[in-house]
């Protein structure tokens, strides 16, 4: 079964950092593009961030300089380090795996069907 399980959301202050996982089960993720996504309440969802196998990497605009993403092969997990959080950053974050995009594919296309989604993970930026 292949399968992606996020964890390391929270509340965190205006300024703070978060860092989250996508730990993989059920197949090789450093073969596949991973993604960031995010949903806050009343908003659709976007991409934020994509790594592909080669280890080229997109990052929305409003997060360039701030995240970055990253995957440990021995640990089949990927990351997202979140620094210097806004309010504007808040909303459920998404991994997902796709073997057949490529990143700015999956990274400007939020709701395609892809290989694997997550179940998500609360950030909270607030004061």
């Known amino acids: 079964q292949l399968r992606l399980v996020e964890s390391g959301g929270g509340l965190v202050q205006p300024g703070g950092s978060l860092k989250l996982s996508c730990s993989a089960s059920g197949f090789p993720l450093d073969d596949f593009v991973i993604g960031w996504f995010r949903q806050a309440p009343g ?14 990497t997109f990052y929305k605009d409003s997060v ?9 092969n021995a640990k089949n997990t990927g990351y997202l380090q979140m620094n210097s959080l806004k309010p504007e950053d808040a909303a459920v974050y998404y991994c997902a795996a796709e073997g057949r995009a490529t990143i700015q594919y999956m990274c400007t296309n939020p709701v395609t069907e892809y290989d694997v989604w997550g179940q998500g993970t ?3 930026v607030s004061s």
């Open 43 to 56: 908003k659709e969802r976007e991409g934020v961030s994509c790594l592909g196998p080669d280890g080229n």
């Open 64 to 72: 360039k300089g701030r995240f970055t993403i990253s995957r440990d």
């Open 122 to 124: 609360q950030v909270t």
